[in-house]
DNA sequence: GTCTATAATTTGATAGAC
DNA sequence: GTCTATCAAATTATAGAC
């Protein structure tokens, strides 16, 4: 249990606003349902963050920086690019199992509100990180190693392919006709699956034969 | 201009709240926004659709159709699979450039309601055509024309890759640093991308030479 | 059908006792 | 720091005149 979770009042309004928060977003939330998974009382909210939005931002950055100081350390890491690749979709693959709800969470309310998300953007290591990524695909599409690539495009896709799933969970279970057991199978097996076709797509077109 | 789209109130009432629940969502809209938005009365909103909740469902179940009678028509058509790949990315990729929101609108909401999802799902054609697709896939593989693959696994892949850059355009427009001009260019490129990737992630295993 | 006025309830926030 | 009580504003919904 690190620093920040020692039982503290402020500390269990923080869990609570998160699972809170995570579920319904902030237009959805209720300062009472906070106050009630927290169990304490609603005044207490504003007593330690004195407004509603000012306890969801925190969250919101909160979760953000989490979930790229993740990225950051491959990003950063001295590794082959596939080797990275590979790494950031198991990575983010396991992330996202043990917190379904957060992508949705995070890109609902950068859509709804860009300049809260852009305000604290330039503080996430991982953004200028990306640089280190672009110029590591760049470098190996040179060498000829990969094929010419776009590499926003090559980040994109790794990024869709590993975070779009849980993001329509509700949509893809039905459709499939996956129960939840047969759902996280489902995700476990993407991890071959993405990696597969991300490295697949990088591969010299020289060095294939079409049809 | 079809005959749903006649200037009636009832039209003017679904136009304003298909823009407003379309912008922030059930629970961060204002039914006093939808009135202002048809210029109508607060009152004539209840009088037309009786509540808050019966106005956004009709909403939501409308745009859920519009979207997959889309894709019904490519996946009932006797179209070669590739072609209906490539078909379904265009399609899709042209449909979400002239309406961004949608997406996140629908999956939002889906996440946080899965059963009205569900009570209406059953309905949406695109369903089960779903069926001719993965049949199509399946005998396409044991003819040896594409590789052995989960269709499931393939039908996502193209979902993902065509939609996810529509939810996350805040976060990625901000992280490749480009413009409105510029990321709708990059959109237009995924046509071939998203096509180039899908289709080769199919390629028989055995007239590839790896490495 | 359309409007004004208003009821009924919810909700974020504060005052003030302990 | 924590609680009870309460305010003020917002918001869905309805009543009733025209």
């Not at 699972?19 to 207490?44: C, P, T, V």
């Not at 950051?72 to 790494?87: A, C, F, G, N, R």
């Not at 983010?92 to 969470?105: E, G, R, S, Y």
């Amino acid at each position: 249990m690190s620093v920040d979770s020692v039982a503290t009042t402020e500390n269990s309004i923080r869990e609570a606003a998160r699972k809170i928060f995570l579920e319904k977003g902030l237009a959805g939330s209720r300062m009472q349902d906070i106050a009630d998974a927290a169990k304490i009382n609603k005044a207490m909210l504003h007593y330690y963050f004195r407004s509603k939005e000012k306890l969801f931002h925190l969250i919101f950055e909160n979760e953000l920086n989490n979930l790229f100081c993740n990225l950051d350390e491959i990003l950063d890491s001295p590794l082959p690019i596939l080797d990275k690749i590979q790494l950031i979709i198991e990575r983010d693959i396991n992330t996202l199992m043990d917190c379904p709800q957060l992508p949705i969470f995070l890109l609902n309310e950068m859509s709804q509100c860009p300049e809260n998300f852009l305000r604290c953007a330039h503080r996430i290591k991982a953004f200028q990180r990306y640089e280190k990524f672009r110029a590591q695909l760049e470098e190996e599409s040179k060498q000829g190693r990969i094929r010419a690539v776009n590499p926003d495009q090559v980040f994109l896709n790794m990024i869709a392919l590993t975070v779009y799933p849980f993001i329509a969970k509700p949509f893809l279970s039905s459709l499939f006709n996956l129960c939840e057991r047969d759902y996280a199978q489902f995700m476990l097996e993407r991890k071959k699956e993405v990696g597969r076709m991300v490295i697949e797509s990088l591969r010299p077109e020289t060095q294939t034969v079409m049809q």
